[in-house]
């Protein structure tokens, strides 16, 4: 029997027959596949924590990297941690500014034009190339024309992050309502002062909690630093000269390693880069919230 109102008229937005069953279908797989994504995930998390965590210490987070035949308790990731900041500081750089501004031209300008469609197109292909192409691609341009060095690192971390910048801020202009346009443009504002003073801030939350999703994902890449930054033992701080090293790279070398101490240094790092990634993740969601409460 379909639901009521108060009013004792049939409640129309509560399913009834065929479509109440479709509905419970619907949600019962849904559940389903939530669990499904979240059961391994649980593993890899406890299996993480549960071997990274004796490792973890302030002077794990700050000391020297150790060879791989030392013990687990000696050594740390420091030089990979300053790596990681500045590689991945320096991809931000480049390409978030980038994509917020390919973002506006191809909401706010390009329209149905010839470059607007060259330009999504090329977005959309840019985000399904695999990493390891990407830094295959910057070895061939850069590596062998000048050298390792985090600079082509972060040319490499900033090509995998700009599509993802790039359609997280154009889904989120496109979320703005052209009212508020149309009322900008009839106090005679011109379509850059509309787009910097409107349009921008009423979608501000969605394009920092996108680039920080992107920021997240760069910084736990490995495959294109392998071919751009050579991995080294200690610190680097010329980050346009040199090889350098960085936290996902020392994973690799310790995790691929014969030694008890090493593998025990690589779960401590790869534990590290997950405390960073969900630190990423919840900035986004608190950036998000609290931008959603201030255009209330």
């Known amino acids: 029997m ?36 979240i059961i391994p995930l649980g593993f890899v998390l406890y299996t993480v924590i549960a071997k990274g965590v004796s490792v973890i210490s302030w002077s794990f987070l700050t000391g020297p990297i150790a060879p791989q035949v030392a013990p687990a308790d000696v050594g740390g990731i420091g030089p990979a941690v300053l790596g990681t900041l500045e590689i991945t500081g320096m991809a931000t750089v480049m390409a978030v500014p980038l994509g917020v501004l390919g973002a506006i031209y191809l909401n706010e300008y390009g329209g149905k034009g010839v470059l607007a469609r060259l330009i999504g197109f090329m977005s959309d292909v840019m985000t399904g190339v695999p990493s390891i192409v990407m830094g295959l691609f910057l070895f061939s341009i850069w590596v062998l024309h000048f050298g390792f060095s985090g600079f082509a690192g972060a040319l490499a971390l900033g090509c995998l992050m700009l599509p993802i910048v790039i359609r997280s801020t154009y889904e989120m202009l496109r979320l703005v309502p052209d009212p508020l346009r149309e009322a900008s443009y009839a106090v005679g504002a011109t379509k850059a002062r509309v787009t910097v003073t409107v349009v921008l801030p009423a979608a501000i939350g969605g394009i920092v909690s996108g680039a920080l999703l992107a920021i997240a994902r760069a910084a736990g890449e490995t495959a294109p630093l392998l071919f751009t930054i050579l991995t080294v033992t200690t610190a680097n701080p010329n980050i346009f000269s040199g090889a350098n090293t960085a936290i996902p790279s020392q994973i690799f070398a310790n995790a691929t390693s014969p030694y008890v101490g090493a593998q025990g240094r690589a779960w401590g790092a790869a534990l590290t880069l997950i405390v960073i990634a969900f630190a990423l993740m919840i900035a986004a969601r608190i950036v998000t919230a609290r931008f959603t409460r201030y255009s209330r």
Do not use: S
């Open 2 to 37: 379909a639901a009521v109102t108060e009013q004792g008229k049939p409640d129309l937005r509560d399913p009834a027959g065929w479509r109440r069953t479709k509905n419970r279908i619907a949600i019962t797989l849904m559940v389903l596949a939530l669990v499904l994504v």
